[in-house]
């Protein structure tokens, strides 16, 4: 019995991923996520942050949102913001990064501030 399931990764305007995958990690409003094969049936909303794949290798995209659904070990991340980490140069991040400060204290809610946290705190962190 294999230990793989499959995960696709889409936006509005094209298929980004799709793979057979031993593990995938979520970063969901719950928390970071792990799913494997066999993971119970689930729906969830993804914060920003890091979704990592592990296969052969480890592939990593940078999302500030979507929605998730895992269901007969087949993982549907829905999301118009994946970014593959390999393609993302130090400048666009940088420019990433300068948006978010500059439009960090004009956030009005505390859920627009606990998302933009979030936001600055994984492109801190994917810019070292």
Do not use: C, W
Not at 45 to 67: D, S, V
Not at 96 to 102: D, F, I, N, R
Request: net charge negative.
């Amino acid at each position: 019995m294999s230990d793989k399931f499959t995960i696709e990764i889409i936006s509005p305007d094209q298929t980004i991923l799709k793979q057979e995958t031993n593990e995938v990690i979520i970063p969901s409003f719950e928390g970071q996520m792990g799913i494997l094969n066999n993971h119970i049936p689930l729906i969830t909303f993804l914060r920003p942050g890091i979704i990592t794949i592990k296969a052969e290798g480890e592939k990593r995209f940078y999302i500030e949102e979507g929605t998730v659904e895992f269901s007969n070990n087949n993982l549907l991340i829905l999301t118009s913001t994946a970014r593959d980490l390999v393609n993302l140069d130090k400048s666009k991040i940088n420019e990433l990064l300068q948006k978010v400060e500059a439009n960090f204290n004009n956030q009005s809610t505390d859920k627009e501030r606990y998302i933009a946290s979030y936001k600055l705190e994984t492109l801190k962190e994917i810019s070292q």
